[in-house]
């Protein structure tokens, strides 16, 4: 299986605070990377896919990037409802694998 | 519009079967992987597998291979995710989601989430 390793898994941030999530996968992956937003109770929600193609609905604040096996969500001014965990996922192998999460928590 | 819903939330015991659905509408069924991820009690998310309705194609993650079955009935576009015969360690959130059958296979819709309890 291929590992997908996130980085932090928690951060404390204030609104218009700029943000970057790492995530790192244990080989190359090209850009099959999607990352999600979940909030509690609710589905996850598809931000970004391909690395850094923005889901249609989605705020220009969030950006992603890389390719191979080291990858970035950036979120460039967080607003109060961006506070969530984030998760990347790898769809390159089967199993498709998800890295651990990262809360986003206000500081 | 594209939905994806759920079956509502189950209590069992230990050792029974159970088996929950994702009923879709608003797009081509067959285009498109359903998969089904688990979610257990402030945890991460895991994939537990996919199937793609036009060939009933099935891929399992390795950790979940022979813990569970997913199928699909066409003639009513849904998927399902069963269960022989459940554990304690199977307490968790149940989520299918709609994955495009080329390019980033990434998942766009996602139904609503179903609770699942295994208690004695």
């Known amino acids: 299986d291929i590992q997908m390793t996130q980085t932090p898994s928690s951060l404390s941030a204030s609104v218009g605070d700029r943000v970057s999530i790492t995530c790192r996968a244990s080989q190359g992956i090209s850009r099959f990377l999607n990352w999600y937003q979940q909030k509690p109770g609710k589905a996850p929600k598809l931000l970004v896919y391909?690395?850094?193609t923005l889901q249609g609905g989605v705020p220009s604040r969030f950006s992603g990037s890389g390719s191979g096996t080291d990858f970035t969500l950036t979120i460039s001014s967080l607003q109060p409802e961006d506070f969530a965990t984030y998760f990347c996922?790898?769809?390159?192998?089967?199993?498709?694998?998800f890295g651990q999460g990262t809360k986003v928590d206000v500081k | 519009e594209v939905q994806l819903v759920q079956s509502g939330a189950e209590v069992k015991k230990p050792g029974q079967p159970l088996k929950i659905s994702c009923r879709t509408s608003?797009?081509?069924?067959?285009?498109?992987?359903i998969a089904w991820v688990r979610q257990m009690p402030g945890k991460g998310l895991e994939w537990l597998g996919m199937?793609?309705?036009?060939?009933?194609?099935?891929r399992y993650s390795p950790s979940f291979q022979g813990q569970v079955t997913i199928t699909v009935d066409n003639s009513i576009t849904t998927a399902y995710l069963q269960w022989s015969s459940l554990e304690a360690s199977d307490n968790a959130m149940y989520f299918c989601?709609?994955?495009?059958?080329?390019?980033?296979?990434?998942?766009?819709?996602w139904g609503q989430g179903t609770q699942v309890i295994v208690s004695s």
């Open positions: 989601a709609r994955h495009s059958g080329s390019g980033s296979f990434s998942g766009d819709y």
């Open positions: 996922q790898q769809t390159y192998y089967t199993p498709w694998t």
């Open positions: 391909s690395a850094s």
């Open positions: 199937i793609y309705p036009a060939d009933s194609d099935t």
């Open positions: 608003g797009y081509i069924f067959g285009d498109y992987w």
